[in-house]
């Protein structure tokens, strides 16, 4: 396995890329146009935060699980310590445009976006897909990037920092938007998400896992799909209007009313084997889910 090259600053990313010494030590707007790529693969882990919008991409880029494709406008985030990596396949017929806004963690010391930037799910590592954009989309995103960086090219003052900032956080906010709206019109993709979400539940109720391992986790279940515990939950709150952790009951409630309808199990035994330490806690929760506790159930079948 190749060891990441680790770049720790902004001003080594412009070395590293031949591009002039930056403005600001802390914050850079690039023109993905003025970037000279390396020819041969590389792996990368960054020190700051990568904001990307690239364009007409010819190559490979690996994040996490997921391998992007940028024949479309699409924006990818990358936190500080994250390893990605790139494949350059050189094509003449397409000119590889964008921009990239590099942030330092320093720049966020004693200011509220050094916690509130963790919450945005985007730049978790393991989140699935890219944020593809409209034309329209990606003119606001642009037009904030040239504000960012105008204002860190005029004279720096005591209201330098707060403003770059403000226009962030402005980022961030109108990204978060966009991936929403993501969650509803993708929804070839997103559905491919349900269709994997069904058959990893369906596959893991019919195995003994239950037995020996219990309910599965979100974190499991999310680890299992290649996505972030956050990002999961948040595309089935969009589709479904259900939770992670709902989605697994409802699967256990079907697999519990097919046993009770089709066996003659104890409830205890049905416990059991759905991953039960107590019955009375199978019990609770079946009664909860359907107003009916297992036994009531099954007498309504007779």
Known sequence: MIKPYRIKSINQFHEFRNLPKPKH???????????????????????????????????????????????????????????????????????????????????????????????????????????????????????????????????????SQQIIISQIETLLNYSQRFY????????????QVLDRLENFLTNYFNSGNLINNGLPTVQFIAQSLNLSPSYLSGLLKMLTGQSTQQHIHEKL???????????????????????FEHPQSFSKLFKAKTNLSPLEFRQSFN
């Open 253 to 275: 409630i079907e697999k519990a009313k097919e046993k009770l309808s089709t066996t003659d199990l104890t409830v205890s035994e049905i416990a059991f084997e759905l991953g």
């Open 180 to 191: 929403h709206r993501q969650f509803i019109t993708r929804k070839i993709t997103n559905h």
């Open 25 to 159: 030590p802390l914050v850079s707007v690039v023109r993905v146009e003025d970037i000279k790529h390396c020819e041969e693969p590389v792996t990368l882990v960054l020190d700051y935060y990568s904001i990307s919008l690239k364009r007409n991409f010819s190559g490979k880029f690996k994040y996490g699980q997921q391998q992007y494709d940028f024949d479309e406008g699409v924006m990818f985030f990358i936190a500080p310590g994250q390893v990605f990596r790139i494949e350059h396949h050189p094509d003449e017929t397409r000119t590889q445009t964008g921009w990239m806004l590099l942030i330092h963690p320093d720049f966020f010391w004693n200011t509220p976006l050094a916690k509130t930037i963790h919450q945005y799910e985007y730049f978790d590592y393991s989140v699935n897909e890219a944020l593809f954009l409209s034309g329209k989309e990606e003119a606001t995103i642009i037009g904030i990037l040239q504000n960012i960086q105008e204002e860190y090219h005029s004279n720096i003052d005591n209201f």
